[in-house]
């Protein structure tokens, strides 16, 4: 089993103190290693209480429980929404709020739903107040980064005026300190750090990328760690949630994966999932194998039927042969 532990917490003056530990694991077996095994299910809190109608979490929620796995990443995006709804409420009793930021890291492999938690937890803050429009700017270093000496200050100044009242995801963010210390991506980090204080609590940035890569990356400016209090890491799929997965995406377009075809698509996926160990995309890589079997499945049945119309059922299935990939 892959156990993750995800810390969230403040430092410096005037930040929360606050701290969020999440433990992100896969469905891998547990691999004893002389202590028991952690007791996930049995440390998360109680279930939330029963939205009422009209609750800004209602739309929210609608959106993260057909997500596969991802249990924890959604147990934080509750909290988040609990520590708003507890905040407005002490401050109708005359408690103090506090003053929370919301700067996020989110560290994972592709494929592994950060571009799409990212869009809700915008929506989360437009709907909770925090955020006046709750639009997603994405950007990544081409956008960022500019060809001469004040370009790309000019250039991040722009992107993060556009992302004002919403969130700015720069995603491959380790990209921006790659080139070294006369690398123009340099100028677009300051830009960014410069911008929290200038527009503090007028727009959340969210960086996003490899693991390793983004640890290295918040090396580069020593006021960059203390500026994102909510850090995430999104676990890789299991094979059994991939399977979910590709079964979801064909009933979302009415189509049936064969039962030989799932055994077929499952064989590749652990295949797949040992090879390309650090450069495996996850939902993304099953979305590819999915599409690319709709189409030939659809050259297969114009051969079959060069006169006819295939029945109902044959138009849903997706037969064995209609997978294929690189060999």
Do not use: C
């Not at 930040?15 to 049995?42: D, H, K, M, W």
């Not at 005026?161 to 991506?185: H, N, P, T």
């Not at 994966?257 to 099953?286: G, I």
């Amino acid at each position: 089993m892959d156990d993750r532990v995800v810390t969230s917490g403040g430092s410096g003056s005037g930040r929360p103190a606050r701290q969020i530990n999440v433990v992100l694991r896969t469905s891998e077996p547990y691999a004893l290693t002389g202590s028991s095994p952690p007791q996930l299910e049995s440390e998360l809190p109680p279930a939330a209480r029963p939205l009422t109608p009209g609750d800004p979490f209602l739309d929210i929620q609608r959106e993260l429980d057909p997500m596969v796995g991802l249990e924890n990443v959604k147990l934080l995006v509750y909290e988040i929404y609990a520590l708003l709804q507890i905040s407005r409420m002490r401050s109708d009793a005359g408690l103090s709020g506090g003053s929370h930021v919301y700067h996020m890291i989110f560290t994972g492999n592709p494929g592994t739903g950060k571009t799409t938690i990212a869009r809700i937890v915008a929506k989360l803050f437009q709907k909770m107040g925090v955020l006046s429009k709750g639009h997603m700017i994405e950007v990544e270093r081409a956008d960022l980064v500019g060809e001469y000496i004040g370009h790309t200050a000019q250039k991040t100044r722009d992107l993060v005026r556009k992302a004002l009242g919403g969130v700015l995801f720069v995603d491959e963010a380790y990209s921006l300190a790659r080139g070294g210390e006369k690398d123009f991506g340099k100028e677009a980090i300051d830009t960014l750090v410069k911008a929290m204080e200038d527009y503090r609590n007028q727009f959340v940035l969210i960086l996003a990328g490899y693991p390793l890569e983004i640890e290295q990356f918040l090396l580069t400016n020593p006021g960059l760690p203390s500026r994102f209090p909510i850090q995430i890491e999104f676990p890789d799929y299991s094979v059994d949630q991939l399977i979910q997965i590709a079964e979801l995406m064909a009933k979302d377009r009415d189509y049936a994966l064969m039962p030989q075809s799932l055994f077929k698509l499952r064989q590749h996926l652990m295949l797949e999932k040992t090879m390309s160990m650090f450069a495996f995309s996850n939902a993304r890589y099953v979305r590819n194998v999915i599409e690319k079997a709709f189409r030939h499945q659809a050259v297969r049945l114009m051969n079959q039927y060069p006169s006819g119309s295939p029945g109902k059922q044959e138009l849903m299935a997706v037969r064995p042969e209609d997978l294929k990939w690189e060999k």
